[in-house]
């Protein structure tokens, strides 16, 4: 799982503020997952993509959360215009091309904290 | 969508004994992968052990085994011979086999004591 990059490893944002993630998938994978994890609670589901393609965004606040993954270059998870209840681990996920295959399993990243003050 | 279910917020074992966490999951799709992840103080998930659906036999890593009861959509962690290094959240997880959606229970906290 060392193999999924994620950065900053810790932001810091104003009030109002945008913050961006990056998250560089494993080698060979091309399904990224962004997942939130409030201090003390569970990961929760964000969105899921694959190159050019949201698959599932079900998890995405409908307001100033994006989320992207070009055909070149790292995930994106955009926060705009954050507030204090956005400070939290963003982690990001990636997966092998093929559903179905035998080990199929994500891989973390190390996740990303951002504090909003 | 599919849901996880972790019923137990907290658990504790005395080191070298056995404990089991509970996990149960609703699903209307017959094929799916089920994992056990480990989240150290270091905020790291970590794979702890993974099952395929259409296995019957549990899967077993180590001191780590599950008992996955399809029917019962129940996929419990087995932690035998518990270690202080064993203390951390661990978070059951579903995924499906058509979308690769993946979905996670809101976790177990374990304390091993000395």
Known sequence: NAGVMQNPRHLVRRRGQEARLRCSPMKGHSHVYWYRQLPEEGLKFMVYLQKENIIDESGMPKERFSAEFPKEGPSILRIQQVVRGDSAAYFCASSPPVPGSIGNTIYFGEGSWLTVV | AQTVTQSQPEMSVQEAETVTLSCTYDTSESDYYLFWYK????????????????????????????????????????????????????????????????????????????
């Open chain 2, 39 to 114: 989240q150290p103080p270091s905020r790291q998930m970590i794979l702890v052990i993974r099952q395929e659906a259409y296995k019957q036999q549990n899967a077993t890593e180590n001191r780590f085994s599950v008992n996955f009861q399809k029917a019962a959509k129940s996929f419990s962690l087995k932690i035998s011979d518990s270690q202080l290094g064993d203390a951390a959240m661990y978070f059951c997880a579903y995924r499906s086999d058509i979308n690769n959606d993946m979905r996670f229970g809101a976790g177990t906290r374990l304390t091993v004591k000395p």
